[in-house]
């Protein structure tokens, strides 16, 4: 029972059922207090009415008549009171006699002490209850010589209070009945987003993630979550086409050196040839398996990366000499295409991290900054340490890259010219790796490049104090 409450009332009907029990309990607290302070009011208005009366009265009285009689007596024609059944009053002597009466004073079955003040007695029935105040009745000489009682029922005022106890009795329900209508309105037009959120989400599907809710209303915690829905569709859109292109490129960039495999091999295999002629088709096979070694490699090490499963083992290392070492290692290739290699390396130059992954980040910019420079053109090095961190520019010489381009350089598999990278062996894969490994040491690369300037690469590295 308590999981099918939990699980299959609608949220609209829960938020419904709190509002009214919410409304419920102030109401009923509400109508306590209110009940209780009218019916105070009440009494106090009473208690009032009988401190006026007994004045007025006492002022009325006639000493002369007390010298005269040894009594007093009402005037009753200075009565203000209007002489109900819901009142009396009485002279009482000090010994207790009564010396006059108004209003039928003997449905007052007991009027209390004689003592100043207000006090509650009950009447001649069990329901009956009265308020009644005593007065001293004081001599020109200001001493007492009487009393003088006024009792009021307060039949009216239980009356009156139960008359508010009925109407809140029936119009709360009715308040509620209408509250608990308006709210469930509100809430289906509030959730109603909600509705809209949970068909999208419905229709979505890997294939189709071009949906949106594109909610125009208010920009409350409902009309956030629509948009946050929204955007988190669009990253999901661009994430599901980054992993397809992802897929298809590397299939292709498999299928091609894999389809030369199998053709050599079929050649080879074709007829009898001579082991110079074999010698020549195993080098070219040894080329092409090296190549989908690089490509199998430089996959793993990205899903490593996405997974964050990329082993980090960092230390203190000598950029200058770690720069230097790579340096002298493309020197070859860099004399074979009659390239120049300028650096300018600060003396003092280290950084914290993985060597191994350091030396892929730059042999990969140093690779690109070689297949992408024409003969006769120039590689600049530069290392300098500022602000915390190891700033190193490597800039080459050539025509550029169109400024349009430049943001994709870091995307997976992504080339400025297709044919040329082909040409040139690039799986579009190196540049993503480096910056995936400039990010795990906490730093960036960024790439500039103008028109005819070449290309420059800048790799920003945190400096071991920071």
């Known amino acids: 029972m308590i999981d099918f409450l939990r699980y299959r009332i609608p949220i609209r009907v829960k938020l419904t059922l709190w509002y009214v029990l919410l409304l419920a309990v102030t109401f009923t607290l509400f109508s306590i207090y209110l009940v209780a302070r009218f019916q105070q009011s009440l009494r106090s208005a009473v208690d009032t009415s009988l401190q006026n009366t007994v004045s007025k009265t006492i002022a009325t009285l006639d000493e002369k008549d007390y010298r005269e009689t040894g009594r007093l007596k009402f005037d009753r024609t200075a009565q203000t009171q209007i002489g109900t059944s819901v009142f009396s009053m009485r002279l009482v002597s000090l010994d207790g006699t009564v010396w006059d009466t108004y209003n039928a004073s003997d449905r007052v079955a007991d009027w209390g002490p004689m003592e100043a003040g207000v006090t509650s007695q009950k ?31 307060i039949i009216p005022v239980i009356d009156a209070v139960e ?3 009925g109407q809140l009795f029936l119009g709360i329900p009715l308040i509620l009945i209408f509250a608990g209508f308006g709210g469930y309105f509100l809430a289906s037009r509030a959730l109603s987003p909600i ?57 292709h960039e498999l299928r091609t050196p894999l389809t030369v495999l199998k053709g050599q091999i079929e050649v080879t295999l074709s007829r009898p040839r001579n082991s110079a002629e074999y010698e020549k088709n195993l080098l070219e096979l040894s080329a092409q398996v090296e190549r989908l070694i690089r490509l199998s490699n430089a996959l793993l090490f990205l899903s490593r990366s996405d997974q964050r499963q990329i082993s980090f083992e960092p ?45 892929s980040l730059f042999m990969n910019l140093f690779e ?43 995307e997976r598999f992504y080339r400025v010219d297709a044919d040329r990278s082909s040409q040139t062996g690039g799986t579009g894969l190196g540049l993503a790796i480096a910056h ?24 920003h590295l945190p400096a071991p104090a920071a």
């Open 436 to 459: 995936e490994i400039a990010r795990l040491h906490g730093g960036r690369i960024e790439a500039r490049s103008e028109s005819g300037q070449g290309v420059t690469f800048v790799v």
């Open 195 to 251: 509705e809209q959120i949970t068909d999208t989400a419905q229709k979505i599907t890997a294939q189709n993630l071009s949906r949106k809710i594109d909610y125009k209303g208010s920009a409350d915690e409902v009309g956030r979550l629509a948009q946050t829905f929204d955007q988190m569709l669009e990253r999901l859109q661009t994430s599901f086409e980054r992993e397809r292109r992802f897929t298809g490129d590397a299939a």
């Open 163 to 165: 008359d508010l106890q």
């Open 123 to 153: 009447g001649a029935s069990e329901e009956d209850e009265w308020r009644i105040l005593s007065q001293p009745i004081l001599d020109s000489n200001g001493q007492t010589i009487g009393w003088t009682q006024a009792a009021q029922s």
């Open 368 to 410: 690109n900054a070689l297949k992408y420079t024409p003969a006769g053109g120039q590689i600049a090095v530069t290392a300098v340490e500022e602000a915390g961190e190891s700033r190193v520019t490597i800039h080459n010489t050539g025509p550029g890259i169109p400024h349009e381009q430049l943001e994709h350089l870091f």
């Open 315 to 359: 230390v203190v290392i000598n950029l200058r000499e770690l720069l230097e070492a790579l340096i002298e290692q493309i020197q070859p290739l860099a004399h074979e295409k009659e390239l120049k290699i300028t650096t300018k390396i600060a003396e003092e130059l280290s950084v914290y991290g993985d060597g191994d992954h350091l030396i």
